[in-house]
């Protein structure tokens, strides 16, 4: 049984935008971590709308009603009230028994759980994820968390690459070669989400507090490393799929065209146009003028188009790193010169100050003769 958050409405604020309203702060705290979330009374109420649509019942508690006299954010009193209400509201749902209110996705989705904070039960998993394809991933915490699935799935996909150049059967090629593209497609659609949560934040349309620039360019950073990675990964099981037609080619081609291959670089005939009298297509083609010499894990199941295609991604990779690098290196030396010129000022105002103190000084030697004098 999946373990429930803890769910409370411990304040209130009040936005900043032209018309001011209410937004309710909400805190969750799960097994491992806290967040918060804010919702305003309008989001409550679409939640209910929505839990009673896909659930096929109403909610086993009620919202709090609307005032149409007065406003929150006019009364405090009236705020107060609200928050206790809706926090007994969401409370209810969270530890009722009957469990159809808090699996759904609108459920989810209102308080952006992660999805591994999902049970075991396949039926449980997939509307979560169609709910978060859909919508960008705004709460920051939740998009590391998010992006956290990213890298497993990444993960899982590599592995399944790996298996399916360790098998020896075709249906085992081919079971590991579906189960890679299912990966890739999910890390697909969490890029878009975690990509448009991105912007959302840096809009700020979503009525949360603005990340830091820095934290800003870390994230987009990482997104841009997980779009490589899997486009990375989809390059390799493609020329994984075309040197396995390429040994099939060479497996079914006779001695002649081998010998051909193999020495002249030449094509191998097609066994089905073997009596067609057209030109025979090269088998070989994407190996011709391979030359041979130490592979690497990531090169030994490529051919010729494969490599090229890796060594480009690395010299990409590599440019927008020293490009980084560069970018780094310009705000250190400005931060150098900024140094420079702060210490030029206070050795300055240093020489002033001693200036200060031996005329301060000579000032208390004549006194203290003129004391003597008296004395």
């Not at 998010?146 to 059967?169: C, E, G, N, W």
Request: aromatic share 4%; net charge positive; with cysteine.
């Amino acid at each position: 049984m999946t373990t429930q958050p803890e769910i409370s409405v411990p304040s209130t604020s009040t936005s900043t935008t032209k018309k001011p309203y209410t937004i309710y702060n909400i805190t969750l705290r799960l097994p491992l971590r806290t967040f918060n979330l804010q919702k305003r009374y309008s989001d409550f109420t679409t939640l209910h709308t929505t839990l009673t649509s896909q659930a096929g019942a109403p909610p086993p508690a009620s919202l709090p009603p609307k005032s149409y006299f007065s406003s929150t954010t006019s009364s405090p009193a009236l705020a107060e009230s609200r928050r206790i209400g809706l926090q007994t509201y969401l409370q209810t749902l969270n530890s009722h028994s009957d469990d159809r209110w808090h699996n759904t996705s609108a459920w989810r989705s209102f308080l952006n759980l992660p999805s591994t904070n999902n049970s075991s039960h396949p039926n449980r998993h997939a509307p979560l994820s169609r709910t978060q394809q859909q919508q960008p991933i705004t709460d920051p915490v939740v998009w590391l968390d998010y992006h956290r699935d990213l890298k497993s799935q990444l993960h899982s996909a590599r592995l399944q690459l790996t298996k399916r150049d360790q098998a020896t059967s075709g249906q085992a090629q081919h079971e590991c070669s579906a189960e890679a593209k299912k990966h890739l497609i999910k890390a697909s659609s969490m890029i878009t989400a975690l990509d448009s949560g991105l912007k959302a934040l840096a809009n700020d349309t979503w009525g949360r507090e603005k990340l830091g620039d820095g934290e800003m360019r870390r994230r987009r950073d990482l997104v841009s490393a997980a779009q490589k990675e899997r486009e990375g990964l989809e390059n390799l099981g493609n020329a994984m799929v075309a040197k396995n037609a390429l040994d099939g080619a060479i497996a079914h081609a006779t001695k002649g065209d081998k010998d051909k291959i193999l020495l002249n670089g030449g094509g191998a005939a097609d066994p089905h146009d073997a009596g067609s009298g057209g030109p025979r297509k090269p088998a070989f083609a994407a190996a011709k003028g391979r030359v041979l010499g130490k592979e690497t894990d990531r090169t030994r199941a490529l051919d010729n188009q494969g490599v090229l295609q890796l060594q480009q991604q690395l010299m990409r990779e590599q440019d927008e790193d020293v490009d980084v690098l560069a970018a780094a290196v310009a705000r250190q030396k400005q931060i150098g010169m900024e140094i420079q010129d702060e210490l030029v000022l206070q050795k300055d105002l240093l020489g002033l100050l001693d200036e200060d103190v031996d005329r301060v000084q000579g000032k208390m030697d004549v006194a203290r003769k003129r004391i003597g004098k008296i004395s």
